[in-house]
């Protein structure tokens, strides 16, 4: 249950960074001809590296930090390109002994 309320908090914590940074890429990208935005896994990425920090010093005055997180969170941007889709490809196995989770040991 640890590991899943941890998880639960970093992932907060990191969407209010992205939010935060979503802003600087908007306007920093304000001008380029596709949208852009934070590369979510990136930012959850870098976020455990300072998690620890901002809860542990959470009593101090940690703007600097935050400011400084958020800038760096902004650097890793994608670009949102619309109308793009690939299907799946299914593969079809007619496998009757196992599962398709399962592969045999064989």
């Known amino acids: 249950m640890q590991d899943f309320y941890a998880k639960i908090v970093a992932t907060n914590l990191t969407t209010l960074m992205v939010m935060s940074s979503q802003k600087i890429v908007t306007k920093k990208t304000k001008y380029y001809e596709l949208k852009y935005q934070v590369n ?7 976020m455990k590296h300072h998690l620890v ?7 101090k005055d940690i ?7 958020v800038l760096y969170i902004s650097q ?15 593969k079809h196995t007619n496998n009757n002994l196992h599962f398709s989770s399962y ?3 064989l």
């Open 103 to 105: 592969k045999s040991a």
């Open 76 to 90: 890793t941007i994608e670009a949102v390109r619309d109308g793009r889709t690939a299907p799946r490809k299914v």
């Open 40 to 46: 979510f896994a990136q930012a959850l990425s870098k």
């Open 63 to 69: 703007a600097f930090n935050i400011q400084q997180i």
């Open 53 to 59: 920090y901002l809860i542990r010093h959470a009593h």
